[in-house]
């Protein structure tokens, strides 16, 4: 491209960008919503995030498949919503998602794991 279209194309930019500045304030941020994502996740099966005891229940309920299951207790309380949507839906092998869910590359969890992750997700988590 030539250094005339260049200059052009900027100068071209610099108009839209001041047209839509003496239409619109730019300079101050856009509204923000309040997104209620409880209604959602519900919806989904995913149910709220444990807190006090059932946080404590839950935990240690996982923390007997695998101990470093629960390093980042965040990560596993994320993880154990997410398998209660593919607990409450038709997964056809929720032992499985649930070992990849729980799992990583450092840290291979076994179908059978899986298994005791789900069973342990009934009792605390998300029952039937």
Not at 20 to 48: C, L, M, Q, Y
Request: charged share 25%.
């Amino acid at each position: 491209m030539k250094p005339a279209a260049v200059l052009l194309a900027a100068a071209a930019l610099l108009a839209l960008t001041a047209c839509s500045a003496e239409e619109k304030d730019v300079t101050k941020p856009a509204p923000t919503k309040s997104v209620d994502h409880s209604a959602a996740e519900k919806a989904a099966g995913i149910p709220p995030a444990p807190t006090g005891n059932d946080r404590a229940a839950y935990l240690a309920a996982i923390k007997k498949v695998d101990p470093r299951i629960v390093e980042d207790e965040e990560k596993a309380i994320d993880a154990g919503r997410n398998q209660c949507a593919s607990l409450a839906g038709d997964s056809k092998m929720p032992d499985w998602a649930a070992a990849q869910r729980f799992g990583n590359d450092t840290r291979p969890l076994t179908d059978a794991q899986g298994k005791q992750l789900n069973e342990a997700l009934r009792k605390t988590l998300c029952p039937k």
